[in-house]
């Protein structure tokens, strides 16, 4: 798959996380200071949306259990989760958010 828009930076604010559907696969994206980044929507631990987590800086807690995985790299930070979320290759180009699932983030 190549990278496809799945919104623009109008839509997703400093700050935001969003829950999108890209190619049939649940991903969420998060703006934070380092850029646009996306992962996985689904908790490694409690099977749940993580776009329903709190987002703290490039750490994304879910909202079931509180594991805590890296924006960047979609490793959990501790307990309960042991197992780390899938992660994307994101580009930004003018307004657009493009988000590409066979590339991921490095």
Do not use: I, N
């Not at 890296?70 to 307990?79: A, I, V």
């Amino acid at each position: 798959m190549t990278a496809v828009r799945v919104t623009s930076l109008a839509e997703l604010p400093l700050g935001s996380v969003r829950a999108f559907v890209v190619g049939g696969s649940p991903v969420v994206l998060a703006h934070v200071e380092e850029g646009v980044l996306a992962l996985q929507d689904r908790c490694s631990h409690g099977a749940v949306k993580l776009s329903e987590g709190e987002l703290d800086g490039c750490t994304l807690e879910c909202w079931l259990h509180g594991s805590r995985f890296d924006l960047r790299t979609g490793k959990p930070s501790g307990p309960p989760a042991v197992q780390a979320v899938a992660t994307y290759a994101v580009r930004v180009e003018g307004d657009d958010v493009l988000v590409d699932l066979a590339t991921p983030a490095s």
